[in-house]
Nanobody, 123 residues
């Protein structure tokens, strides 16, 4: 059974940092592009960042460019999202998702999803 599990969420003050992890079980992450998405209260799920199978291609939402960095360690079957200079508007549940093809940040194009991890940015 294909499963993605996010971790690393929590509470942080504005300007702080968190690193989210997306670990895969039941399949090898090498064969999948991975996207990070978030859903803030009262809002639709939105794309944050994505990374290709090899890690050679990445994409970011304008709202996080220069602050977030996506990376992957296929040997550990894990994808990471380093989040720096966090803002209150980054507060959301963050999800990772897998696609066998590069589909960018199109929410509806990912086949497998994790359960999400809460990130709260407040003072």
């Amino acid at each position: 059974q294909l499963q993605l599990v996010e971790s690393g969420g929590g509470w942080v003050q504005p300007g702080g940092s968190l690193r989210l992890s997306c670990a895969a079980s039941g399949f090898t992450l090498d064969y999948f592009a991975i996207g990070w998405f978030r859903r803030a209260p009262g809002k639709d799920r939105e794309g944050v960042s994505c990374i290709s199978k090899s890690g050679g291609r990445t994409n970011y939402a304008d709202s996080v460019k220069g602050r977030f960095t996506v990376s992957r360690d296929n040997a550990k079957n894990t994808v990471y999202l380093q989040m720096n200079s966090l803002k209150p508007e980054d507060t959301a549940v963050y999800y990772c998702a897998a696609s066998p093809e590069w589909v960018g940040l199109r929410v509806g194009s990912y086949d497998w999803w994790g359960q999400g991890t809460q990130v709260t940015v407040s003072s």
